[in-house]
Structure formats: structure tokens, C-alpha cells
């Protein structure tokens, strides 16, 4: 699990001036730093759009005032045409600010000098999507993070023609915006209950995990409405043409980071509808109960999966012994499903966006070489960013080819 201590900010009610369309009114200086995403290389142009789906059959575990689960999933997809509709931007101003208070503590990033919310990603919002049915992709970012931390990976893949569904678990996530308030949460921001690494609270752990497999497998429900020709979205906001016709939901892969790691081994083991899964250096077993025990081995760690599963790591984690045990119990499965593989001077975050934005900020001063090296290790974006998409897109294209 990657989060280790949050600070709450005392003052994010004020902080937040957060209007009916989720906009904050906030001042930026000019010379502030705009982060760059590096650009998806393949042949597809992408749309993509966000869904808001709430699960009527459970309560929310983080705020048991919700009488229901809500899950934020943002869509990306191969486009007919882009002509006309806006790039979508990384993060939207009201989350940008929420995650200046949540995030950029917890990964010693800049607290001032960068525009978050200036990041473009390249994704144009609302275009019509492809009418050609395109394997589907589930992604599932690491505890306490934001889905916007994993653009750069979904657009790559979209370009390259998968449906990518990055996913939100609110109360988990650093920070989600919903489309408004309900009658039961009167905030459109949310952010994280996380005070602490996750894995020190056993209990804490469990919870979170579950969460996230509920939330996956809820989503790849709504998915299926959504293929079906009818609306999921409890708003009913409107949807890109064709989107429902572009996916084929009997090509289901699922990839994660950290906690969200867990959660795609876990899932497809759980969901036979998941044909392939990517486990981004997350934990296979539960923290242990006490000092000198051990963690009880997730399912999936204990009795195999009868599909594939890789485990891509990094040499550079910290708890890479920690994490040892479960993945060599993975490995050790007859049916010879699981494959490991690790990229080397790289750190736990190089698998999302930081690890291209991570160097620009150390070249702009903003960040020390200590803090970047922990956060993506000492291996510069020209090589990690093609590393991690290609790991992943030769996966999928050798268990779930797009064409």
C-alpha cells in the first residue's frame, strides 16, 4: 500500500470556494510551472468522458451516512473524429486544489510554483467513439491516490486501441469531485480517510481492499448497462455516440497500482469475466496481526489463477522484501500463469504520471533529487515512460489483442 502519513489541512473548507459546478476560486502565478504529459504514440486519436455510478446495494464503508456507494470511473476510448470537441484537462481546478492539500504533502512535492490544474492530457471530452466492439481495460490506481495520476498509461493504451475505465474509490482516493451534491453528501469534493500507511491498521487494510474488489466488479456491471445500449451514469448526462457499441466485455483485462495492484489480482481471481491482469508492485497477502506473524496470503496468492497475471516491480521499493513473500507464492502456482518482471533504478510511483512529472519539477528547481528519486528512482521519462507502456501493451496485446 503506498501511503504512508497525510496532512490534513485544517482550513480546506475555506481554502475551497467551490461553486455549483465544482470550480475553485483561486489565483495562480504567472510564472507557475505547467506540468507536460508525455503524448500516447499509437495510431487512434482518443475521447474520453467520466461516469458517476452509485451502487444502490451498498453503504458507503468510509461514511456511514451514505446509504450508498458512489464510484467515479473516467473513460477513455478510440475517437471517430475530435474535430471540434476540447482537450480534457488532467485534473479540473477543484480537484487540483483539493489535491495540493492531500497529495502534495504525502510525495514532497511543491506546495507553490506549479499550476496543477494547467496539466492537458490528450483526450478530447465528449468526441464519439469508434463503433467497433474494442477489448476493455479496468484500472485501479494505489491507496490513497487519484485515477488522474494514471492518464498518461490509459491514453497510451486507448491510442493504441483498448477501452481504458480508470476508477475512483471515493473515501480511499486522494481526492475525487462528483457531478454535485446529493441528499446525503453536500460537498462535491471528497477527499482520503487515510492519516497513515494503510497496511500499519490490519482492519483499515482489509476494508479498503474489499472496497476496491466491490467497486471493480460493480463497474464492470454498469459497463455491461452501458454495452447493453442504456445510460449507467445516475445523473443520465449524456454520452459520447457510440460508446456503449465500443466495448467488448468478453475482452476484460484489469491493471493496478499498489493497492490497486491487489485489487486486480484479486478481482480477476474472484471474477471470471477478467481474462488478464497486471499487478503494479502491490501486496498479494494481508499485513500481519502483530509483531513477528505474518500475513494471511490473499486467495489468489494461495490457490493460483488459471489466467494470466504479471507482476511488474521496481528495484528500488522500499518494502520490496515486505513484498517478497506473497509474489514468491504466486510464482510458485503449477499452472504457470504468473510472470514477473522488474524495472531497474526506478521507485514505487514510476508507474504513473510522476514519473514524468517528477523531472520536470527537480529541472525547475522545485523539487531535490532526494525526493524524486524516492517518489520514480533515478531513471529519467524517456526511458521509464516507454518501459511501463511497453510491459503492459505487450501484455494485453499477446492475452487480449486489440486487432
Known amino acids: 500500500m503506498d501511503r504512508r502519513t497525510v496532512t490534513k489541512s485544517a482550513v480546506l473548507a475555506a481554502a475551497l470556494l467551490v461553486t455549483g459546478g465544482g470550480r475553485v476560486a483561486q489565483a495562480q502565478a504567472a510564472d507557475d510551472v505547467t506540468l507536460r504529459l508525455p503524448g500516447p504514440t499509437g495510431p487512434?486519436?482518443?475521447?474520453?468522458?467520466?461516469?458517476?455510478?452509485?451502487?444502490?446495494?451498498?453503504?458507503?464503508?468510509?461514511?456511514?451516512t451514505i446509504p450508498v456507494r458512489e464510484v467515479m470511473v473516467t473513460v477513455f476510448y478510440?475517437?471517430?473524429t475530435v474535430r471540434g470537441y476540447p482537450v480534457a484537462p488532467q485534473m479540473t481546478e477543484a480537484a487540483a486544489e483539493l489535491f495540493k492539500q492531500i497529495d502534495v504533502p504525502v510525495h514532497h512535492l511543491p506546495t507553490s510554483g506549479v499550476n496543477w490544474a494547467a496539466t492537458r492530457a490528450h483526450s478530447h471530452m465528449g468526441a464519439p467513439a469508434q463503433a467497433v466492439r474494442r477489448p476493455v481495460l479496468l484500472y485501479s490506481p494505489g491507496g490513497g491516490d487519484p485515477r488522474t495520476m494514471g492518464t498518461g498509461l490509459a491514453e497510451e493504451l486507448a491510442g493504441q486501441g483498448y477501452v481504458v475505465v480508470t476508477i475512483d474509490h471515493p473515501g480511499d482516493a486522494g481526492e475525487v469531485e462528483?457531478?454535485?451534491?446529493?441528499?446525503?453528501?453536500d460537498e462535491v469534493l471528497r477527499e482520503t480517510v487515510f492519516r497513515s500507511d494503510p497496511r500499519a491498521d490490519p482492519e483499515l487494510f482489509r476494508t479498503a481492499i474489499d472496497t476496491r474488489i466491490a467497486d471493480t466488479r460493480f463497474v464492470l456491471d454498469q459497463l455491461a448497462v452501458l454495452a447493453a445500449g442504456r445510460n449507467p451514469d445516475a445523473e443520465g448526462r449524456a454520452l459520447p455516440e457510440h460508446l456503449g457499441r465500443a466495448l467488448d466485455l468478453r475482452r476484460v483485462g484489469i491493471y493496478g497500482h499498489s493497492a490497486g495492484g491487489t485489487t486486480a489480482a484479486e478481482t480477476m481471481y474472484e471474477d471470471r469475466r477478467i481474462a488478464a491482469a497486471i499487478n503494479l508492485e502491490g501486496y498479494l497477502d494481508h499485513p500481519p496481526d502483530g509483531p513477528g506473524r505474518e500475513g494471511k496470503l490473499f486467495p489468489v496468492a494461495r490457490y493460483g489463477v488459471d489466467r494470466p497475471l504479471l507482476l511488474l516491480g521496481t528495484d528500488g521499493f522500499r518494502y520490496k522484501e515486505a513484498l517478497e513473500r506473497s509474489w514468491s507464492a504466486m510464482l510458485g502456482h503449477p499452472q504457470g500463469c504468473t510472470r514477473r518482471r522488474q524495472l531497474n533504478n526506478a521507485a514505487h510511483w514510476v508507474f504513473t504520471d510522476y514519473a514524468a512529472m517528477a523531472p520536470q519539477l527537480q529541472a525547475a528547481g522545485l523539487m531535490t533529487a532526494a525526493n524524486r528519486i524516492e517518489l520514480v528512482g533515478t531513471i529519467g521519462p524517456d526511458a521509464s515512460v516507454p518501459a511501463v507502456r511497453n510491459h503492459v501493451l505487450s501484455f494485453f496485446d499477446r492475452h487480449l489483442p486489440s486487432h
Open 44 to 64: 487512434h486519436r482518443i475521447g474520453v468522458t467520466t461516469l458517476y455510478l452509485v451502487d444502490r446495494s451498498r453503504r458507503d464503508p468510509w461514511k456511514p
Open 78 to 80: 478510440p475517437a471517430r
Open 178 to 185: 462528483f457531478p454535485g451534491t446529493t441528499a446525503y453528501r
